[in-house]
């Protein structure tokens, strides 16, 4: 059994992109995983599938993370199906861009409540059930400490939120033996921001290592944090970008 056996790991935006990646890293280390979608049901299925073929169990929960209910929900469901909640991670986003004068209330509010509003809430959510050794692992963004360019403003204040929420956790937890921390991904290949797309060399020529990441480099510190490695790792902003901000 490999290092996550017996664990139940809850990732929400699991259907494609990087949650994906982390869903599935997550059952090769021995974890069951339960992941949510909200517009994607044949791709988190598909996901799941994979999952439940490497022989671990898996359940796929349609909750849009703009609806608090949802995601409060889709943790209890975790606990009520599994019997338990070990890692949280939290990874639905999206990503909103132009500029600051045309972002409309209804924007803001969404993109608050997808990045802030429902991170705090799944954590809140497992918190209550989560015990010695449990995790809550976020995915912030390189652009949280470093505004590279314009027309971003929504994205990174959000971005930027989900640390100090982190950091916030970490001392609320820590008492208990459960660690938080964020990863801030750099440019990586996906469908929001694939390496072939007409802003990617711009944001190429800015990596240090000169090439966009994949989703398996997140999936991999994601599963480096989740395991027994991240014992002593809590409070963390952790850049997996390539150099984008040394």
Known sequence: MSGLGGKVALVTGGSRGMGAAIAERLAQDGADV???YSASPDKAQAVAGRI???????????????DGKAVQAAVER?????????????????FPYGPIEEVSEAELD?????????????SQAAARH?????????????????????????????????TGLT???ARD?????????????????????????????????????????ESSDIAAMVA????????????ASIAVDGGTNA
């Open 34 to 36: 339960v992941l949510t």
């Open 173 to 213: 937890l820590g008492p208990r033996g459960i660690t938080a921390n964020v990863i801030h991904p750099g440019p990586t290949d996906t469908d929001m921001n694939p390496a072939d797309g007409p802003g990617a060399e711009s944001q190429r020529q800015g990596i240090a290592l000169g090439h966009y990441g």
């Open 52 to 66: 439940e073929a490497g022989g671990r169990r898996a359940l796929a929960i349609a909750a849009d993370a703009s």
């Open 110 to 122: 969404r993109t608050l409540a997808i990045h802030v509003r429902s991170v705090f809430l799944a």
């Open 130 to 162: 989560l015990g010695k050794g449990g995790r809550i692992i976020s995915i912030g963004s390189c652009l949280a400490d470093y505004a590279g360019e314009a027309n971003m403003t929504l994205y990174i204040m959000t971005k930027a939120a989900v």
């Open 167 to 169: 950091r916030g956790l």
């Open 78 to 94: 975790t606990v009520a199906e599994f019997g338990r909640i070990d890692i949280l991670v939290n990874n639905a986003g999206v």
């Open 224 to 235: 480096h944090l989740a395991g027994e490695g991240g014992r002593w790792i809590t409070g």
